[in-house]
């Protein structure tokens, strides 16, 4: 990439070589705004996140951005879009994606029309800020989807065992939040029986195990000739969904939708959006 230079004695303009770590920075940033887009436009563009702007308790909503910032910390360590070295450097690779998702929430709402002239301070605070978790997740993820390096590539697949279950438990909270806010998981839970609850679980764990060891996709977790079946669902595909559970039942709660509810509808609830969740830990190891 090359630069257009000024020259003091006139009108001419030089073309001089960018600096390596500008031209860096400018790909890694387009790659985190894409993938912020790519992320977020499907709740960007839902009514249920509009009106949980205005309606959402904002002590359960700034925690949940607060647990983001480690979250994705965590996450731009492992794979972030530029490769770090240090915590330090993960951090600030994480505040930035988090910039990047408030400058891309709060643009397009308001290219859509629903962030407008007039509208109350809180009330647009509120539709940026629970966009901006998927959007930052999408925008630390950019270089997984969008091209790393193999040397990078192999640094994102080192991570040890609890990292694994770290990066599960993040494909769990995107896909976990983009259904959480809707009517249907309320309504799914309402309608079935313990025998639905029972069958949908054994369904989540065969396709959650069978997503990363037996399909053979890409990213996938190999078997080894000498160990047993029962080991990797016991040490990945077991655990795996046990979390899937656990972040299904907090962002349900940071949603409010199990305020009221009695314990078995709250269970219901969590194994009716356990199912997609534990879709997207699975999907996340193969991304990582």
Same mark, same amino acid.
């Given at each position: 990439?090359? &630069? ?8 001419? $303009?030089?073309? !001089? ?21 790519? $992320? ?10 509009? /009106?949980?702007? =205005?309606?959402? #308790? ?30 330090? #450097? ?16 709060? !643009? ?24 901006? %978790? ?11 989807? $969008? ?8 640094? @994102?697949?080192?991570?040890? =065992? ?23 998981? %309320? ?7 313990? /025998? ?17 060891? @037996? ?14 079946? /029962?080991? &990797?669902? @016991?040490?990945? !595909?077991?655990?795996? =969904?046990? !979390? ?6 907090? %962002? ?6 199990? #305020? ?20 997207? &830990?699975? &999907? ?5």
């Amino acid at each position: 990439m090359t &630069a257009l230079r000024f020259l003091p004695s006139g009108a001419l $303009f030089r073309r !001089t070589p960018m600096h390596p770590d500008t031209t860096s920075f400018l790909r890694n940033s387009g790659r985190a705004v894409g993938g912020a887009l790519v $992320f977020s436009l499907p709740m960007l563009m839902t009514q249920e996140m509009w /009106w949980l702007g =205005y309606a959402m #308790d904002p002590v359960r909503l700034a925690l949940f951005i607060a647990l983001a910032v480690p979250m994705l910390t965590a996450l731009a360590h492992y794979i972030g879009f530029e490769t770090t070295t240090c915590w330090r #450097d993960a951090a600030f690779d994480a505040l930035f994606a988090i910039g990047v998702g408030i400058l891309l929430s709060a !643009t397009v709402l308001v290219a859509v029309g629903m962030i407008k002239p007039g509208q109350s301070w809180q009330a647009s605070i509120g539709q940026v800020a629970i966009q901006v %978790v998927p959007a930052s997740i999408g925008a630390t993820l950019a270089r997984g989807q $969008f091209g790393m390096s193999p040397i990078e590539d192999s640094r @994102a697949k080192s991570a040890p =065992y609890l990292g694994e279950i770290f990066l599960m438990a993040v494909g769990a909270v995107f896909l976990g939040f983009n259904l959480a806010p809707t009517d249907e998981m %309320v309504m799914m839970a309402a309608r079935m029986t313990p /025998w639905h609850a029972i069958a949908l679980v054994l369904l989540s764990l065969a396709v959650m195990h069978g997503f990363v060891f @037996a399909v053979g996709f890409k990213g996938g977790t190999e078997l080894s000739p000498e160990e047993p079946a /029962w080991a &990797a669902f @016991a040490r990945f !595909t077991l655990p795996g =969904y046990v !979390t899937a559970l656990l972040i299904s039942f907090y %962002v349900l709660w940071t949603f409010g939708r199990t #305020d009221g509810a009695s314990p078995g509808h709250v269970c219901m609830a969590m194994v009716v959006l356990g199912f997609p969740s534990s879709l997207g &830990a699975a &999907a996340a190891r193969l991304i990582i």
